[in-house]
């Protein structure tokens, strides 16, 4: 079959902050670039950010990026690349004066400066006291930063292949990746993006849990395309619940509440975060609080006919300061918990949140892999940014508002590193036979598969295995259990039957291209969880309760070839500064 | 719970049909997109766009029983039953109930929705009071979901010449904003028997806009703005 086939210099896949902003920079260095997104930019899941993008500008009180790069490593808990993480905190005010020049209409000061809120795990002088330092638009800062790099992007006439999906990457016999193979959702046509370039920045992959904050187009699609294009997923143990998702409906109420001053209460209304946290309290690191309010409620402290969430209280903070601060919350509270927070509490529980793992990249954005002689290798033609990538800056538990600032700052440096690998490197290799075979395969699968199971009944087993096999708080049985479990959900994958066979928009077949790419996320996820046998940020284990930095201050490498697992060492050196050595991690 | 739903798929249909479907519903299913994901679950022929299903991303915007909204955010105890279902009206129907935007998104992009200040920018932030920023309050805000547009008469007759409410709110978030120097060169392009003129004030986009913004008052500002620059 005859496939037509457009080359670019580079493709992005994903149009999401961090793809956005490397397009941006690729587009007005007057490369050929093709922007592939799966929704119409606006629509990406940026958009849904809330409280604020961190950067030590020190608007109001001091700060200086040292402390951000502490509060970053022991926030990682010393599973971070020091020399990824002071990168990207020492660029983190460029990134977002940056974005303030390109139109982002930020909160001010009383001085017309970018206001700046306190954040989980933020902090002045290496763990003293919380630091504003996330920096807002109202509870709308990802809404406002990713149409402002859209709206940039038009501006900088960035060509968009909006509502294509890409489906697999192409790799050639060397292993370098030149292209990517995409189908347009309008039509159903398939065509190969041949490109000097990919980058991946196709974003998270929060729908393998039942109970998520993410959107529904969050299935991991890079993520799919890596581990089928036979290279690994790191850290895939490591996922982020997030504290504060409403009860019920698993939207995210932002730690911003917490950074405006609001704070959680058991059913006795006691503020128990000081139990646990008595420095930072209610603004401790995610996973500190989550795993608080999860003991609460294991402990009968829990709220409501089933004592099963918990409230979050912000009254207090008044009127004018929700209306001004947390317009948004206030908005999804009465939507999605028939709660006024001027007046009431919001029902809270942990919710899936944010994947730490992901592509194994460096910080210039390139894909690493294991190279013949078992060293980290360069994935020629390959990068990755943004939530998809683990360079690894977040390392077992990120802070808030770092995920924002990834996007900036690796979006551009993969941007960047692009621009730089393209001028050495001037001509395109040529495409390998059948470049297009595997997905062709796909989707001819569910063309021809005449019965099976709908992909609605295969997906909702799969979130039903992660959620309750690999939660907040994990247990060895469970994991091994769910180990089983999620095998046989990702062979029930591969005999899904979808009965609309059309062209036009077929939405059923895209949900079904998705599965394939959850499956694998859920599979690298719950067996790098099994396989780790310490407790570290997220990964929290009933029966190894201790961090293990002997044996387990190290990344994990998982293979979809064999479920093979490898592991790699954590770089301990930053670029310039002092390391921060592996010490008790007390908030 | 009951649902009659536009159903079109050029492959298969010479015209465009209503669908029934009568189904149970958990008490997790709260808003009228949980529905319809569980309608998509038995029938997975409906097509329909969705992604954040918390009204911030714009995708799934439909016309519900007569008036516009987004799905997420639309709670199922208030819709009448038979719940009536259509794509956005006075744009093309790819099918079921996706439309193609290209025509709004055209109108977005002609009002250069992006901040021209052609100053080198400082080393810092460039300042702007709180009071001044707060002139972009209701205007910044916008999700593209294009349902104020698609209300409007105005647009349906002349989707290629009318700017349209979405379009026109977001020149105005520009326009407002203290650092962007194009003002006068923005009310050029707008002075236009069409482009602007054509709003006549029915004000369906404030009626029908799911994050509460209200695009007719910053059309008459546009205006007042044009009036006081002839003086």
């Given at each position: 079959m005859a496939i037509a086939k457009r080359q670019f210099d580079a493709v992005v896949v994903g149009a999401g902050g961090s793809g956005l902003r490397a397009a941006l920079h690729l587009a007005e260095a007057n490369l050929k670039v093709a922007v592939l997104s799966k929704v119409f930019p606006t629509r990406s899941h940026t958009v849904a950010a809330q409280g604020g993008v961190a950067a030590a500008l020190g608007n109001s009180e001091e700060d200086n990026w040292h402390w951000h790069m502490y509060d970053t490593v022991k926030g990682s808990d010393y599973l971070g690349d020091q020399d990824a993480i002071e990168f990207m905190c020492r660029k983190a005010n460029e990134a977002v004066y940056e974005l303030e020049h390109f139109g982002m209409p930020f909160d001010r000061t009383p001085d017309g400066k970018i206001y700046q809120r306190p954040f989980g795990g933020h902090m002045q002088d290496y763990g003293k006291k919380p630091?504003?330092?996330?920096?807002?638009?109202?509870?709308?800062?990802?809404?406002?930063?990713?149409?402002?790099?859209?709206?940039?992007?038009?501006?900088?006439?960035?060509?968009?292949?909006?509502?294509?999906?890409?489906?697999?990457?192409?790799?050639?016999q060397s292993g370098d990746v030149l292209g990517v193979v995409a189908m347009e959702?309008?039509?159903?046509?398939?065509?190969?993006?041949?490109?000097?370039a990919t980058l991946l920045a196709t974003g998270g992959a929060g729908r393998i849990f039942a109970s998520s904050t993410n959107a529904f187009i969050n299935t991991g699609d890079g993520l799919g395309m890596v581990a089928r294009a036979g290279l690994p997923l790191q850290d895939m143990e490591f996922f982020q619940f997030h504290p504060t998702g409403v009860y019920g409906a698993g939207i995210l109420?932002?730690?911003?509440?917490?950074?405006?001053?609001?704070?959680?209460?058991?059913?006795?209304?006691?503020?128990?975060?000081?139990?646990?946290?008595?420095?930072?309290?209610?603004?401790?690191?995610?996973?500190?609080?989550?795993?608080?309010?999860?003991?609460?409620?294991?402990?009968?402290?829990?709220?409501?006919?089933?004592?099963?969430?918990?409230?979050?209280?912000?009254?207090?903070?008044?009127?004018?300061?929700?209306?001004?601060?947390?317009?948004?919350?206030?908005?999804?509270?009465?939507?999605?918990?028939?709660?006024?927070?001027?007046?009431?509490?919001?029902p809270v529980v942990p919710t899936a949140h944010y994947m730490m793992g992901g592509i194994p990249a460096n910080y210039h954005g390139q894909v690493v892999a294991l190279g013949g002689n078992g060293f980290v290798a360069v994935v020629?033609?390959?990068?990755?940014?943004?939530?998809?990538?683990?360079?690894?800056?977040?390392?077992?538990?990120?802070?808030?508002?770092?995920?924002?600032?990834?996007?900036?700052?690796?979006?551009?440096?993969?941007?960047?590193?692009?621009?730089?690998?393209?001028?050495?490197?001037?001509?395109?290799?040529?495409?390998?036979?059948?470049?297009?075979?595997?997905?062709?395969?796909?989707?001819?699968?569910?063309?021809?598969?005449?019965?099976?199971?709908?992909?609605?009944?295969?997906?909702?087993?799969?979130?039903?295995?992660?959620?309750a096999y690999c939660g907040v708080f994990r247990f060895g049985d469970l994991l091994k259990?769910?180990?089983?479990?999620?095998?046989?959900?990702?062979?029930?994958?591969?005999?899904?039957?979808?009965?609309?066979?059309?062209?036009?928009?077929?939405?059923?077949?895209?949900?079904?291209?998705?599965?394939?790419?959850?499956?694998?996320?859920?599979?690298?996820?719950?067996?790098?969880?099994?396989?780790?046998?310490?407790?570290?940020?997220?990964?929290?284990?009933?029966?190894?309760?201790?961090r293990d930095d002997e044996n387990w201050l190290k990344h994990t490498l998982y293979f979809k070839n064999g479920y093979r697992l490898h592991y790699k060492p954590v770089t301990l050196r930053p670029l310039t500064v002092e390391p921060f050595q592996p010490k008790a991690r007390v908030y | 719970m009951r649902f009659s739903i536009y159903r079109y798929n050029p492959e298969t249909d010479t015209r465009p049909r209503m669908q029934d479907y009568d189904i149970a519903l958990e008490p997790t299913d709260r808003m009228l997109l949980d529905a319809l994901i569980r309608i998509k679950a038995s029938d997975d022929t409906l097509s329909l766009r969705r992604s954040c299903r918390e009204g911030v991303c714009g995708s799934d915007a439909m016309n519900i029983n007569g008036k516009n909204g987004l799905a997420c955010i639309t709670k199922l105890v208030e819709l009448k039953e038979p719940v009536v279902i259509r794509p956005l009206p006075g744009l093309p129907v790819i099918r079921d109930l996706i439309?193609?935007?290209?025509?709004?998104?055209?109108?977005?992009?002609?009002?250069?929705?992006?901040?021209?200040?052609?100053?080198?920018?400082?080393?810092?932030?460039?300042?702007?009071?709180?009071?001044?920023?707060?002139?972009?309050?209701?205007?910044?805000?916008?999700?593209?979901?294009?349902?104020?547009?698609?209300?409007?008469?105005?647009?349906?007759?002349?989707?290629?010449?009318?700017?349209?409410?979405?379009?026109?709110?977001?020149?105005?978030?520009?326009?407002?904003?203290?650092?962007d120097q194009a003002t006068s060169?923005?009310?050029?392009?707008?002075?236009?028997?069409?482009?602007?003129?054509?709003?006549?004030?029915?004000?369906?986009?404030?009626?029908?806009?799911?994050?509460?913004?209200?695009?007719?008052?910053?059309?008459?500002?546009?205006?007042?703005?044009?009036?006081?620059?002839m003086v």
């Open positions: 630091v504003p330092r996330a920096c807002a638009a109202a509870d709308r800062t990802g809404h406002a930063m990713l149409h402002t790099l859209y709206q940039r992007n038009v501006r900088a006439r960035t060509q968009f292949f909006v509502e294509w999906m890409a489906l697999d990457l192409i790799r050639d959702m309008e039509t159903g046509e398939v065509m190969i993006f041949q490109a000097r109420i932002t730690e911003g509440v917490r950074g405006e001053g609001g704070y959680l209460l058991n059913k006795n209304g006691e503020r128990f975060m000081e139990r646990y946290a008595p420095n930072a309290k209610d603004l401790a690191s995610r996973d500190v609080v989550s795993r608080s309010m999860v003991t609460e409620i294991k402990e009968g402290r829990g709220v409501g006919k089933d004592a099963d969430h918990v409230l979050l209280k912000l009254d207090h903070l008044g009127a004018e300061v929700i209306n001004r601060r947390l317009p948004g919350i206030r908005e999804i509270s009465i939507k999605f918990a028939n709660v006024d927070p001027i007046k009431e509490p919001i020629r033609g390959l990068y990755a940014a943004g939530e998809c990538a683990c360079v690894s800056v977040h390392g077992a538990n990120r802070l808030g508002c770092n995920s924002l600032l990834d996007l900036l700052v690796f979006g551009r440096a993969a941007a960047q590193q692009i621009i730089d690998d393209l001028k050495r490197d001037p001509y395109p290799k040529p495409l390998p036979a059948g470049a297009a075979d595997r997905p062709l395969a796909r989707l001819a699968r569910l063309e021809t598969q005449k019965d099976g199971e709908s992909v609605a009944e295969v997906a909702a087993a799969m979130r039903r295995v992660m959620q259990q769910g180990v089983a479990k999620i095998k046989e959900v990702a062979e029930r994958s591969g005999h899904t039957m979808i009965s609309d066979k059309s062209k036009v928009f077929n939405t059923a077949r895209v949900e079904a291209l998705e599965l394939d790419n959850l499956i694998e996320v859920a599979m690298a996820t719950m067996i790098s969880a099994e396989a780790r046998t310490e407790s570290r940020g997220a990964h929290a284990r009933d029966d190894y309760p201790n | 439309v193609d935007m290209s025509q709004f998104f055209k109108q977005y992009h002609s009002v250069k929705p992006y901040l021209i200040n052609d100053d080198p920018p400082p080393d810092k932030e460039r300042l702007q009071s709180p009071a001044d920023r707060e002139e972009l309050n209701g205007l910044y805000e916008c999700i593209l979901c294009a349902c104020c547009s698609t209300s409007c008469p105005s647009f349906w007759w002349n989707p290629d010449k009318f700017v349209g409410p979405a379009g026109l709110l977001q020149a105005y978030r520009f326009i407002a904003d203290t650092r060169e923005r009310l050029d392009d707008l002075e236009d028997p069409y482009r602007l003129f054509r709003c006549h004030s029915i004000m369906n986009c404030v009626d029908v806009c799911p994050k509460g913004l209200n695009p007719t008052r910053a059309i008459g500002k546009i205006k007042e703005l044009m009036v006081k620059r």
